[in-house]
Nanobody, 124 residues
């Protein structure tokens, strides 16, 4: 079992930056590939970024490529999402997710463990 707790969300102006953190507890954190997803009001949950278990592979949604960066600190059992050049369309609840696999996934159904989410609002 893996427990995930996100933090770092908030209100930011367009063009600003935020760094989301996902603290993991429980066994076998380092056996998991990790992902970030988001869900805006009245929209489906969508893939944002993913990282393989080793950290060697990453993947991003086209809408965030070049602006967002996923990283992990295994010593701290934490995954991060650095978000730069934020746009109003990035407004959503952001979720951290883990799956017991070596490779990252882009579908929410591939992830077994989820955090409670953190709200990100981009507005002037």
């Amino acid at each position: 079992q893996v427990q995930l707790v996100e933090s770092g969300g908030g209100l930011v102006q367009p063009g600003g930056s935020l760094r989301l953190s996902c603290a993991a507890s429980g066994r076998s954190f380092n056996n998991n590939a990790m992902g970030w997803f988001r869900q805006a009001p009245e929209k489906l949950r969508e893939f944002v970024a993913g990282m393989s278990r080793s950290g060697d592979s990453t993947d991003y949604a086209d809408s965030v490529k070049g602006r967002f960066t996923i990283s992990r600190d295994s010593a701290k059992n934490t995954v991060y999402l650095q978000m730069n050049s934020l746009k109003p369309d990035d407004t959503a609840v952001y979720y951290c997710a883990a799956r017991t696999a070596t490779t990252l996934g882009r579908r929410s159904s591939e992830y077994f463990f989820w955090g409670q989410g953190t709200q990100v609002t981009v507005s002037s």
